[in-house]
């Protein structure tokens, strides 16, 4: 490593090291009460594996570095920044999902998250993040820049998608059944690329008579798995940008966990609201807007609570209330909500692909659904429905994985 590529990786850190996070680098007792935390150390027991672990390969960076005195550098196992040593700095960003369980069990609040953006932020300077995420994320940003080029073909795609969005719930008649640029829209509401994220909800959302209006832009932030923050903001403010044009009442985030996260807790003060889907579909059955059969889900159905919208987000029960009206046959995965097992293909881990770690390091997740002995998986989150049904076909789970936006859908009650 050049010495132009070493100094540029300590500004980075430098740059990083907020007051949090420098607490984060000089608290750790070592009492080792995250390690089991971490379903890829309990899935593969490997020291490599545990937070810790993880978060000892930057601690030893920071003792070179930011910390004085030969002795204690020396105590600490200060390492001096290599080519070697950025191979542990990728295992630290990319054998971790920020699921941040770890964080819930440690005695300090160590956040691995914090850890982890740091190893990320320091892959880019290094030139060595994945490059498939860095170039999603530059799509985005494009998109952005050229939208009113694309809107003709994307309003002509939408329209496309009618058809099956009334198989599912019938028109009032003179109503638009996928709504584009709708001002002064109660919800905005935000999808993921493709029609599985805009047809259930898009009937959900009629049926409910919802004054609202779709998104031009798709909810996944990649500046967020890469660890980018200008790239991040970037992505996110179209949202944003549009959503205040439109004087829009809400934004709501499809079933996407770090979608979500971005929208409500990374980009500061809006003059409108940010929820989940799964909220909206709540709120929809609390106000008496639609009706569900539940004949329609006759078998058990269990869920898996997404990181980012459970454990970081606090949305818990939502969803709940929403399968308890889908179904009389809800149960549990133990452990639940806050102290639920990653599903193992989060932080970008899906999208760059990695199928070998995602299953070793999520068999403990495998085993918490099989012993539920459902035959419906729900979940709120395309990145977790992606790795659960993974999981299904490696793990041999029996399940059908579904969106609790799928399974509402197909239960509404066409009176
Ligand atoms: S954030 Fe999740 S994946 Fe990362 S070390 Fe902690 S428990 Fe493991
Ligand atoms: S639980 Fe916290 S203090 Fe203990 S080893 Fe893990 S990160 Fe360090």
Same mark, same amino acid.
């Given at each position: 490593m050049d010495a132009k590529l070493k100094q540029e990786l300590i500004q980075t850190f430098s740059e990083r090291l907020s007051q949090a996070a420098k607490m984060y680098m000089e608290n750790c007792? =070592? /009492? +080792?009460?995250c390690i089991e935390a971490c379903h890829a150390y309990a899935s593969s027991p490997e020291t490599r594996y545990t937070a810790v672990g993880r978060a000892q390969n930057i601690r030893r960076i920071y003792e070179e570095y930011f910390k004085k005195g030969k002795i204690a550098k020396k105590l600490n196992e200060a390492v001096e920044l290599s080519d070697f040593w950025m191979e542990k700095v990728y295992e630290t960003a990319y054998? /971790?999902?920020?699921? =941040? =369980?770890?964080m819930t069990y440690c005695p300090f609040g160590i956040d691995t998250g914090v850890i982890q953006g740091i190893a990320k932020m320091m892959l880019i300077t290094a030139d060595q993040e994945p490059k498939a995420l860095s170039m999603l994320a530059d799509m985005s940003i494009a998109k952005g820049k050229t939208i009113e080029k694309t809107k003709t073909n994307f309003a002509a795609a939408a329209k496309n998608l009618e058809k099956e969005v009334l198989e599912r719930w019938r028109s009032e +008649? +003179?109503? !638009? %059944? %996928?709504?584009? !640029? %709708?001002? !002064?829209?109660n919800v905005l509401y935000v999808a993921l690329a493709g029609k599985h994220s805009i047809i259930p909800a898009a009937a959900i959302m009629n049926a409910a008579k919802e004054k609202w209006s779709l998104s031009y832009f798709e909810a996944v932030n990649f500046g967020a798995f890469v660890g980018n923050p200008a790239k991040t903001k970037e992505i996110a403010g179209r949202i944003i940008d549009e959503a205040k044009r439109l004087n829009v009442k809400e934004v709501v985030i499809c079933e996407c966990g770090t979608a979500y996260r971005v929208m409500k807790h990374?980009? +500061?003060?809006?003059p409108f609201g940010v929820i989940t889907f799964a909220e909206l579909i709540a709120r929809y059955i609390e106000q008496g807007r639609i009706k569900l059969d539940k004949s329609k889900l006759p078998g058990k159905v269990t869920y898996h609570d997404p990181c980012q919208i459970a454990r970081q987000g606090g949305i818990y029960e939502p969803p709940r209330y929403v399968l308890n009206h889908l179904t009389d046959h809800f149960v549990e995965m133990t452990p639940n909500r806050q102290a639920n097992w990653c599903c193992g293909g989060g932080g970008g881990l899906v999208a760059i692909g990695e199928k070998d770690f995602r299953m070793k390091s999520a068999k403990v997740k495998a085993d918490q659904v099989k012993a539920t002995g459902a035959e419906v998986l729900c979940t709120a989150c395309e990145n977790c429905h992606t790795q659960l049904s993974d999981l299904n076909e490696h793990y041999g789970l029996g399940v059908e994985v579904m969106y609790l936006s799928d399974l509402t859908a197909k239960a509404l009650v066409q009176d």
């Open positions: 007792s =070592r /009492c +080792g009460l054998t /971790c999902t920020g699921c =941040r =369980r770890c +008649g +003179g109503e !638009d %059944v %996928v709504p584009l !640029d %709708v001002q !002064d829209a990374m980009t +500061g003060e809006k």
